[in-house]
Structure formats: C-alpha cells, structure tokens
C-alpha cells in the first residue's frame, strides 16, 4: 500500500469540516495534559522528593529520550510503509502502552528509584513516539491546502494548550485542598487516561483516513538533500533546546530565585500557557499576511528580549515575571502552531522533488529532534546546575544568578540561531499552491485538478 506520507485528502475538494477538525483536535487535549507533570514537575519530583539527585535524573531521562533515536526513525518507516490502514493501529497500540507508563511515572511506590525511573519513562517515550508520529501525519494529509493545514495545527494545538492549562490549574487546585506534590501528580496520570479513552475513540472513530496516492518509492536515501527540510529541522530542534531548558528549571527558577510558593507557581504557569492560547489565533492571522516562516521568525525575535529580562529578576519580582511570562506566552503560540504546518508543506515538496513518500518518516526525524533536544536539556543542564549547591538549604547568592543567568540567556541564544535558519525560507503560499498543482497533475492524472 502507498506510504502514509502520499495520502490524498478527502477534504481537499472543500473547506476542512468543523467536525473533523474538532474530532483530529481533541487528542492534543488528552496528549498535553501530562506535558507539565512530564516535563516540568517530574525531574524535580525525582530528584528531590524520590531522592535520586539532580545529576542521576538528568541522566537517567537523557538515556530514556535517547532511545527515540531509534525508535522515532523506524516508527516513521512503519507509519509510510502500512499507509493508511496503519494509521489507527499504531495510535491505538501507542494509546495502551503510554496510558499504564503514565500512571506508573506519576505514581511511584516507596523504595522507587533510577531503574523504576528510566523503565517508566522509555515505556511511556515508547507509547508516545506511537501516538505522535502518525498522528503528525495523519494531520498533514487530511489536507493539502496551505491554511487549512495551518487551521489543523492550530486547532490541535489551541487543544494542547488547553490541556496544559488543565494540567497547570489542576495542582493549584489541589494544592488548595490540602493534596501534597506526590497526590497531585498520582492524580494528573489518571485524569489523562480519564480524558484519552472519549477523546482517542473519537479519533479512531470518526477521522476519515487520507486516500493514498499513487506508489512511489519511499526511501531514506537522499533525505538531507532536501536543504528546506535540513533547515527547518535544525530550526525546530534549536528552539527545542530553547524551550527545553527553562521548562526544566522552572520549578527551580520560582522557588529558588523569585522565592515563590507552589501556588504562585502553578498560576504563573497558568498564565504562561493561557497567553499561548490568545497567541494562536493572533499568530495565524498574522501568518495569514506575512507567511508562516517570517510570522514564527517574528515570534521568536519577540521572545528572547522578553525572556532575557528573567535572568536579572531575585526574590520578590513576581509581577515582572508575569509579564515575561505574558510576552513569551504570547509568542509560544507561534511556536505551536506554525512549525509543524511548515513542515506538512516542506513534505509535499520533498514528494515533489524527490519523488518518495516518506512524510512520516519526515514527520519521525522532527518528532525525534524534538525529544533529542528535551533529553540533551535535562541531561546536561540538570547536572550542571546541581553543581550549584542549590540542594543546600541556604543556596549561594553566585549559584542564584547563575541559575537565572542559565535559565533565561542560554535559550535566547538557541533562539536566534534557529531565527537564522528559519527567517529566508523560500517556501510561501504562492509556492506552496504551485506544487500542490503539480502533485496534482502528476498523482491524480485521471482526476485532473483537484485545487
């Protein structure tokens, strides 16, 4: 059967339908509902209150996250390989591995340590990379027109971000009524099963699977001569490293730098993801006007004056940090919603260019780059910063602003190399429409033009 990555849209004869764009949405709920726990709470959670130290976790989850170096890759082989069949096999048995791997992280037994820690996380990895690769891909083919594919990534993303809330507002909620970090935790995993078993059946049930195209090899042979997918690539992986790193230090930042209570922390998180739920609908209006390339380029130059402002802030400055949060906040709105719409369109220029349908496995290197730079985070600046002192109970003045200096400038720096990378995109609207066309002409040759 043809690759996933050559798939046809059933929607493309029209505008994408509210339901379909709601039903492909709405995973993206379920799938952020862990992403604080995850990727915020749990280094911090196993390093300090499980025991295992800053230095072993950041090891210990740059290991687990390593694993995806080969798993991503060969999951994107499956996922063009299976085609469109493979599509809901592959979310489902990704769905039943990573909900039991949830739980089982969020919710150690006493005497739990690093081999639990690692075991639990590559499962729930594992489960993920499942879900996430032809989930990516499915999107990218239910249509090939150029803002409908930026109304499906910003509506699965408005729902990631939704998710985020709900998982930021939940631990200050119960927090309020007395539960501790191990019960907020416990409770997040079951709250994401909870949510994933409706949102996942609808999914399964109710998207219709792209139509394959006509075969083409599908091959990695030649993918780093698609320069467009090499620099976007390198763009994505560059603001994860960006993104990674404070998301990580975050607990640390507030309660070691601003002094902050965990109530506190979780409404400055709540307002940081909230801002990003405003920012969606605004970068995709202005996407709309300028491109997406120049629009996440704007974004990401917006981000890191106001982000480097949290590297001079101490105790007390709370509401200057809000409004960094609010700013940055704001801009992670383009982050979420216009890279992964600019990767679908580089796609159906690499099946032009090189003839191969190979958009999963397109879509697995980006999933990958995204997780490599996640573990590269935790496993380096995780042991650099617990060389700080900071497990003290008085931490040093020095090792503070040093805290804040790694937090907030480190990124800025990553954010403006992928700003290079990223800003000279050639590959606009006009563009985009043109290829579609020849795709067209060449996959569809009895259909004639469907655009």
Known sequence: MSASSDFASPADNGRLSGRTLFAYSLPGLVTAIPTIPVFTLVPVFYAWDVGIGLAVTGLILFLSRALDVVTDPLIGRLTDHYGPGGLRILVLAGAL???????????????AG???????????????????????????????????????????????????????????VLGFLHFDEAQRLSLLGWIAVAFGIPAFTLLLRTVPLPKPVAPAQ?????????RLFVRLLGAWFLNGLANGIPAILFPLFCSQVLET?????????????????????????ISRRFSKHRSWSLAMTVTCPAFAVAAFLGPGDTTLFAVVCLITGLCLGADLALPPAIQ???????????????TASLF???NMASKLALAIAAGTILPLVSQLGLEQPTAPADSLRM??????LIPCVFKLTAIGLVSGLPLTQQRHAAIISRLDRRDYPAEGRRL
């Open 97 to 111: 591995i990573a909900a039991p791997s949830l739980v089982m992280l969020l919710s150690p037994p006493s005497g």
């Open 114 to 172: 690093p081999v639990w820690l690692f075991m639990c996380s590559a499962f729930l990895y594992l489960g993920w990379t499942l879900v996430q690769v032809p989930y990516l891909t499915w999107g990218a083919r239910l249509s090939s027109k150029y803002h409908d594919r930026t109304r499906l990534t910003s509506g699965r993303e408005t729902a990631v971000i939704c998710g985020i809330l709900l998982s930021g507002s939940l631990p200050a």
């Open 218 to 226: 599908s091959s990695w042979r030649g993918i780093t001569d698609n």
């Open 261 to 285: 209570s965990d109530q506190t922390r979780n409404l400055l998180l709540a307002l940081y993801f909230g801002s990003a739920v405003i920012g969606i609908p605004l970068w995709l209006t």
């Open 344 to 358: 679908a369109d580089v796609a159906d220029w690499d099946r032009l260019r090189f003839r191969r349908n190979r």
């Open 364 to 366: 697995a290197l980006w």
């Open 403 to 408: 805290l804040a200096m790694i937090y907030a």
